[in-house]
DNA sequence: TTGAAAGCGGTACCAT
DNA sequence: ATGGTACCGCTTTCAA
């Protein structure tokens, strides 16, 4: 079994057993100098004593524990499975562990992830809330270590930022759809208070706006970021307005369950109803019809947040802050379009 | 911005605050007694400085880092988020955070993780490992603390862990397959090295016995646990044996794969191929036709196994070795059966 | 009840 | 190049 408490071996045993001064241990282990037959005999009884140095001990002599928190609203959510992939490969490269939080997409969660950086067991955040209040804005002003937010922050709030263009991505999808000879385009959000359900309301009425088409408030319909409230509110829509003919689902959980109501009122995708989800998860291939998408750059902004937050540090000097923002693409699939029931047919429009 | 370094308030701070000694500091914020008014001019000050308890300091001393990791295969395979949720409930609730390790199933950062029990910085491992090889076993024998596998291991290793049962449920599989009338059922699994692949090859071959059918050992095809080795085997075997009318998929995603390809040749489901996966994910619920699929308990095996490792970290005597086994059901939906083409239609056997 | 002080296991400065 | 030692922040005896 494992050893017990107290057994493990320090630079204490190693220094003893080698004849040397914990000094002497602790350089020759970081690899500074030392006289060939010191290194040589501190290694070698470092090698046989099995010695790992604690972690613990060292990260509070060193003011830093080498790990950092990813804080996101749901891991069921595969966007952010994407966006952990990258941050993950990007701290680890410089060499941090990496904690995940999943919030609920509860705002006291978030703010607590906020607070829990002043116990010093994380270095950093990189925070991707669903909605910003006035209290985020304070516990980010007053955040004991370093933080990165993904999504939007208002100009005032000098920190760190990585956006999506959710607004030009939604107008995007509409614009395709009406592109695509589509008339009454619905809509499924997410909660309307939330940034992401907000920006993708306002998109998806510019996009109307643009294309000449009137906007009707019955055509819209909002509900939580999953697939079975997308699932319910497909259905609920349809049975309001039959004539629906594509539904623009605020992400691609949604746009599942959407899938599902349209299959279970016997309507044809996307014959008779078009679909368009947004994130471009591996769902968007796992479904049926593959599932056209807007790429919001979730990948890339999980790589942009981390090299942020990293740069941020490792760096003597302050860098400025930075506020950097992702372009959407959309990623055309058999869920809308004329090219139906056929495989996935890859075509992107910047 | 966030506060430079050293600036942050210590019990010292606090002490000088309150007019009394660290000490009493210590006992009055870990809530052990004190005169009242100690106690009130102790809080005053934490509260009014904002102190909050260094991580590392009460870790280096105590003795323990209050963390406990998760190391499994793939962060992208939805049914370890499915025991990641189980796991976060349970350690959370024990004053544990979780630490997640996506091992991209290779063997050497499976004994990287065990290694790194040694610095510390974790008190528990909760290890899903895809092979058990002779150095996972020397590895385990000298944890440096306390692990419990999710996963098959030898008898002689006193090690705690949760296994599901991947052979009667892959026998489970086939045996529904041939009752709906199947007769040419192929097997696409992952690799056939790892604990997994061989489990669910044998249940296969075992369902094939039981039921009197012979064992064409081109039906068997060996690939990755993932959708796009999926795809492509199920490719592969189509073509080699036309005439193939099911296929047993050793996972969801390589189910989800299989259903691409099938679609890819104009095959419809389950008329002509019946398909049924393992894990019983939501990517079951979210694919076309719904996929039925080998529940082995994911959820519960998370739960399980997070309840051993804190058991074990928080106890005083030590436990014995627990080795506990979860039950597979099958969960039939539409991708096999006669009730095709429907909404999913949940039957549960043991 | 309270304070002084000894560590926990390293790191880094300062002499030597 | 090396050893002695103070210190990171907190917990926990041990006396007073």
Redesign the interface.
Known sequence: ???R??T?PTIETIARHAGVSTASVSRVLRGLGGRPDTVARVRAAATEL?Y??????R??RG?Q?R?VTFAMPD??N?VY?AM??RI?QVVRAAGY????H?TGADPAEELAAL?A?????SDGLILCPIRVTPAHLEELA??????VVIGSVPEEV?VDSVRADSVTGAELAVRHLVAAGRRRIGLLNGPADTVPGAARHRGYERGLEVCGLPHDPALTSFGRFD?VSGEAAARDLLARVPGVDALFCANDLIA?GA??AL??TGRDVPADVAVVGVDNT??A????PPLTSVDLGSQERGRLAAELLIARLDASG?PPVSRLAVQPRLVVRGSCGSTAGT?ATHKEMS
Chains 1, 2 share one sequence.
Request: charged share 20%; hydrophobic share 40%.
């Open positions: 079994m494992h050893s408490p107290g493990a099995g790992v140095p604690n972690a613990m001990a990260s509070l003011g524990s790990q891991i069921g595969p499975i952990v992939r993950q562990r990496l904690l995940l999943s607070r950086l002043a116990d010093r067991h007053r955040s004991a270590a370093p933080v000098p697939a599942v899938l599902r299959r279970g591996d769902l291939e796992a479904c049926w302050r495989t």
